[in-house]
């Protein structure tokens, strides 16, 4: 292996936080000069990644590639073991996407001027704890990367949010810390059951693929890590912190909540749960299927009822989520499949959602439903059109990205892994197409209200802008993987499949 095939995660991952450490000795008064090294950092960073996809070998079979596993601290047999396969590197680079594009779109809306600086250097820091995640495949220094995100995350609800920021803010922080409590609780059952000890999380796969691990243990670990991992997604009835934190972030701020964080729950599961705690699974995952299909029927009628616009796309959210904890409860390669593409399609169509909630905002200084009045399509016909195609990208029209992941997920339903049961679970995939049809009902109500009718008086003789140059910028990669992902789903499915079957021969997959 050579020198750059061992290093080039690591740089691209800490190429962010080297970035936060230089903005931080850039004078606050020269922000257009801060400006420019959040776009050149985040930039530098995602074309180490692309980099990484272009040399990633996917004929593989699914094993780990640009791997480095070295001495970390010795004391606890940690070690700083890193590495990418077809399951995290998706995620991995949209990652680094969403990132860049957030930056760039900051170039022009900052959401409060004087305090550039640090706004930037505390989005680069989330991006290192988000792309790490995905790479860390020992179990301190996972958790090391999940933690890392809960503080920006926290500074940039509780500094740059609306007006109840600090208890969104203050919401987050102890939701997501008080079910990362119980998920080391499980990770330290983990090592030290192992025989011998170990954090590695393949070596830990080996473990409970060989029986390694006794029934009783596996229940009291897998009920551990499901808290913190269901927290993060957010699972049903784990899910309120959501919508107070979307609705409160600045714009940046949900884009990145919306688009990684929340893939860190569900990634959680396939990579650690899942292949860890086999037998575990097979008992939970009914009662993971069945929080998923409350959640897709919950999240679709309460968004029926939100009267903030951004309040309903942070509801949908919930019930996309759903979707795919339900692929992932099937036990099943379809299933998993289905789930890390729709953490994809979801994270580009949810994302781009929330880029259009914060320039209406940013033109109209509200997000209430009834105060917008209609008329977007003619009052900025651009913006308005963007906004149509993605919520309808959102509500899963075929030829467009999220179409695959829900329809693959009841696909999975139908037929789940053999140890489970059938029934019930065509009982879900009844629940999931059940929220289908509310999903593509919300969607539709609300492009009514907003983009459709006659512009009401008080808005007619106002001068708001259509679309920038800098948010055509931002949103155009977004866009265009929308449509190639709904039409060439093979894009993130002929990355994932070899690994996902690797990981799910423990289900008879």
């Known amino acids: 292996m050579s020198g750059w095939e061992r290093s080039a995660i690591s740089i691209a991952t800490f190429l962010p936080l080297v970035g936060a450490v230089v903005i931080a000795f850039v004078p606050k008064e020269k922000e257009r000069a801060v400006r420019s090294l959040g776009i050149l950092f985040t930039g530098a960073a995602l074309a180490v990644a692309v980099a990484i996809a272009i040399g990633f070998d996917y004929g593989s079979g699914g094993g780990l590639q640009f791997e480095l596993d070295t001495r970390w601290i010795p004391v606890i047999g940690a070690r700083y073991h890193v590495g990418i396969d077809g399951i995290s590197l998706p995620l991995y680079v949209l990652t680094f996407l969403l990132s860049f594009l957030c930056a760039v779109y900051t170039w022009r809306f900052v959401p409060e ?23 860390a495949f020992d179990l301190v220094l996972f958790f090391i990367f999940w933690e890392l995100v809960l503080v920006p995350m926290y500074f ?9 920021r600090e208890y ?9 810390l008080f079910g990362s409590v119980f998920m080391l609780l499980g990770f330290l059952g983990m090592y030290f059951r192992a025989d011998p000890h170990t954090f590695d999380i393949l070596k830990l796969q080996a473990v409970g693929s060989s029986g390694g691990f006794s029934h009783t243990f596996q229940l009291v670990a897998f ?16 899910h309120t912190w959501l919508p107070d934190a979307h609705t409160e972030a600045p714009t940046v701020g949900s ?36 929080l998923a299909a409350i959640a897709i029927v919950y999240a679709a009628l309460a968004c029926l009822a939100q009267r903030d616009l951004k309040r309903l796309i942070a509801f949908s959210s919930v019930g996309h989520m759903g979707f795919v904890m339900l692929g992932i409860a099937t036990l099943t390669p379809i299933g998993i499949n289905a789930a890390i593409f729709g953490m994809v399609a979801h994270g580009l169509i949810t994302g781009m959602l929330f880029f259009c909630v914060g320039s209406v905002y940013d033109r109209y200084h509200t997000r209430q439903i009834a105060d917008l009045g209609g008329g977007l399509m003619q009052k900025l016909p651009y913006l308005g059109g963007v906004f149509a195609f993605v919520a309808i990208a959102s509500l899963g029209l075929p030829g467009l990205a999220g179409f695959w992941g829900e329809v693959m997920a009841l696909l999975s339903s139908y037929n789940p892994a053999g140890v489970l049961n059938t029934g019930l679970f065509r009982g879900f995939m009844v629940a999931g197409g059940v929220g289908t049809v509310l999903t593509a009902g919300y969607f539709l109500w609300m492009l009514q209200r907003v983009n459709m009718g006659t512009v009401p008086e008080k808005w007619k003789e106002a001068a708001l802008p259509d679309v920038l140059a800098v948010e055509w910028v931002s949103w155009v990669p977004l866009l265009i993987g929308i449509v190639a992902l709904g039409v060439f789903p093979r894009i993130v499915f002929g990355v994932t499949d070899g690994a996902v079957r690797g990981l799910m021969h423990l289900f008879g997959g």
Request: overall charge positive.
């Open 156 to 164: 940039l609800i509780g500094i740059w949010g609306s007006a109840n």
């Open 255 to 290: 884009v990145l909540l919306a688009g990684i964080l929340l893939k860190m729950g569900t990634y959680g599961f396939v990579r650690i749960a899942l292949p860890v705690l086999p037998y575990a699974a097979q008992k939970y995952a009914p009662w993971i299927g069945l």
């Open 168 to 176: 969104a803010a203050i919401k987050f922080f102890l939701y997501t």
């Open 113 to 135: 001027p004087g305090k550039t600086k640090a706004f930037l250097a505390l989005q680069l820091l989330l991006e290192t704890g988000m792309a790490g995640t995905f790479i």
């Open 223 to 238: 009920a551990g890590v499901f808290l913190g991992f269901a927290i993060k997604v957010p699972m049903w009835p784990f």
